[in-house]
């Protein structure tokens, strides 16, 4: 399982990447494992919609169950990700990368403080994996 | 084999967590004279008695094979080939049930694949469910559809007033508790034009019917487009037998339609069971209600059928699922399956076309009656408004004199409309009932 270094996490198994103020979220390497095969993804917030921290942006729907996906840190999005529509198994076979669901300008960079960093995220995964 | 879980010590146990003795105390607010009440009934009767009064009871009722029917308004009397219950009366077809065990299902699941198949060609959609209660149901399901499509932001939903009445009914009935606007239908005389004029931002869907609940026929491509034009969507509510001969609304741009299912192969039957028409384009089906059976191979590359979907509304989206009807007429989506593979492209519009020619003759000699007018303008179907002289309560008892089952008397529903009378003619009127119904008419207006 990957946890990338310079990723935020959140305890709701969301990542965030941050470029300037430009911040890029999508679903753990542990959250798609746990999911198995995900089916669907939907973005459910528009672009131009702003959403607090904390707030459903959008949803995550494997064979097994359906997750809703958390805003890391308050933002306005600016891009979806709209080759989830047909290729949702990218959240699988490449959750940090091809599998990313929004992007969004950061409003609030005091945020950022409360994601965990990678340590702490593992620690969460691991606390609750065993 | 007993089916009561619970045994004596269980029910002991249970009885002391409430605090009470005995199972009788339980019933001690009912007062005693309800508890054994002498039911007064007559003494025992044979099975060959009582069939025959029973017999005797059946026959006092009116039924459509003894008297000449044209009362419609949302359920017709159409030929139903025999074939079609020679198949509903198999017993491997006797389950409502889900059928969930794609190994055990394979017919089911067929069948319900074939019934899809037809009606999204008959529509003209993508994508068709494997059916809902009734047209009506269906209807209130494109609501909630579109309400999510739009996730709540959108709170109109318009309603034309020619849309069936009780669907309408249906639908503000299911709306309850959301805060919704549902407009449009406030008076009969509405137009597409008028209907597109109220669709803005705020609309979530407009849903217009196609024949109308008057039996006309409009070419909805303009309201269509108006409709998308403020991001909307459109659902268009069907007769299917209908589209044997008309255009689908596929050619409208629906995203939605729905509608009665009954006038494929499904009897009157006091009102139901029947069926509810549910399809739509592919972008929707994640949304779309119902159960879905889709086509795909299995391990060894054999074709097979599968729910596809749609128990995951109960099973994976649980609390966030858009809708959680599920349930549906299978075994009357089977019937329409059977009726449609019978009649083929062909015969259905060989069917469409009769109610159509039937209906026409119909209407045109009661316009040529002295007190009676033909009150559609333009196209219509199989059903027709004649504006009658006397109340359609008064006519319709008269007629019976006849062995004439009278037409739905519109002033029920729309206030209007008093002295308005909906005829429905289908291919089992003979031409003698129609001449039988133009000179009753003519008669009752003079008595």
Not at chain 1, 114 to 126: F, M, R
Not at chain 2, 149 to 170: C, G, M, T
Not at chain 2, 229 to 243: K, R
Not at chain 2, 433 to 444: M, N, P, Q
Request: glycine letters at 6%; aromatic letters at 8%.
């Amino acid at each position: 399982m990957e946890f990338p270094e310079e990723l935020k996490y959140t305890e709701n198994d969301e990542w965030l990447r941050v470029e300037g103020d430009v911040g890029t979220a999508g679903i753990s390497d542990f959250a798609q494992d746990q999911l198995s095969d995900v089916v669907y993804v939907e973005v459910t917030a528009a672009i131009g919609d702003t959403v607090a921290k904390g707030e459903v942006f959008g949803l995550v729907e494997s064979v097994k169950a359906a997750a809703d996906v958390y805003m890391p840190a308050t933002g306005v999005i600016t891009e979806i990700n709209e080759a989830l529509v047909d290729t949702p198994e990218l959240v699988n076979s490449d959750p940090y990368g091809g599998a990313w669901m929004v992007k969004f300008e950061l409003t609030d960079a005091s945020e950022l403080d409360s994601l965990l960093n990678v340590e702490a995220y593992k620690q969460s995964v691991e606390e609750r994996s065993s | 084999m007993t089916y009561i879980p619970h045994t004596p010590a269980n029910r002991q146990k249970m009885l002391e967590a409430i605090g009470v003795e005995r199972m009788e105390d339980l019933y001690e607010g009912i007062p005693e004279r309800f508890k054994f009440p002498d039911l007064d009934l007559p003494s025992r009767v044979s099975e060959i008695e009582i069939a025959q009064e029973l017999q005797a009871y059946s026959e006092a009722n009116l039924d459509t094979k003894h008297i000449a029917c044209f009362l419609g308004a949302g359920a017709y009397n159409h030929f139903i080939p025999s074939v079609v219950d020679h198949v509903l009366r198999r017993n491997e077809f006797y389950t409502a049930y889900t059928p969930y065990q794609p190994e055990v299902s394979q017919g089911t699941l067929q069948a319900i694949y074939e019934y899809q198949s037809m009606i999204a060609n008959l529509t003209g959609m993508d994508v068709s469910n494997a059916s809902h209660y009734d047209g009506a149901t269906a209807l209130a399901e494109a609501v909630i559809l579109a309400l999510n499509q739009y996730r709540l932001k959108r709170k109109k939903v318009i309603l034309s007033p020619k849309i069936h009445p009780q669907f309408r009914e249906v639908v503000r009935t299911y709306m309850q508790g959301v805060d919704l606007e549902i407009v449009g239908d406030e008076t009969c005389d509405v137009d597409a034009q008028t209907l597109a004029d109220l669709a803005d931002e705020e609309t979530a869907l407009v849903a217009v019917q196609y024949p109308d609940f008057f039996g006309s026929i409009e070419d909805f491509s303009a309201l269509g487009e108006a409709v998308h034009a403020v991001g909307a969507m459109f659902c268009v509510v069907v007769n299917p037998l209908a589209l044997g001969l008309l255009k689908p609304p596929s050619e409208f741009d629906a995203d939605i339609v729905v509608g009665e299912g009954q006038t494929l192969g499904v009897p009157l039957a006091y009102g139901g069971p029947y069926l509810g028409i549910f399809a739509t384009r592919d972008k929707y089906v994640r949304k779309m209600a119902g159960r879905l059976v889709g086509e795909t191979v299995d391990s060894r590359g054999q074709r097979g059928y599968v729910l596809t979907l749609t128990p995951r509304e109960q099973h994976i989206r649980r609390d966030r699922a858009t809708s959680n009807i599920c349930t549906n007429q299978g075994l009357i989506a089977l019937a329409s399956a059977v009726y449609l593979s019978q009649m083929g492209k062909s015969g259905l519009r060989k069917v469409a076309e009769l109610c159509y020619h039937k209906a026409h003759y119909a209407a045109e000699e009661i316009d040529k009656l002295e007190d009676y007018s033909l009150w559609n303008q333009g196209l219509f179907f199989n059903e027709f408004v004649v504006a009658c002289p006397q109340p359609i309560v008064e006519i319709n008892e008269l007629l019976l004199d006849y062995d004439i089952l009278g037409g739905y008397d519109l002033g029920q529903c729309y206030q209007e409309l008093q002295n308005h009378m909906l005829i429905a003619v289908t291919e089992l009127n003979s031409k003698d009932d129609i001449d039988l119904l133009v000179s009753a008419l003519s008669e009752v207006s003079h008595e």
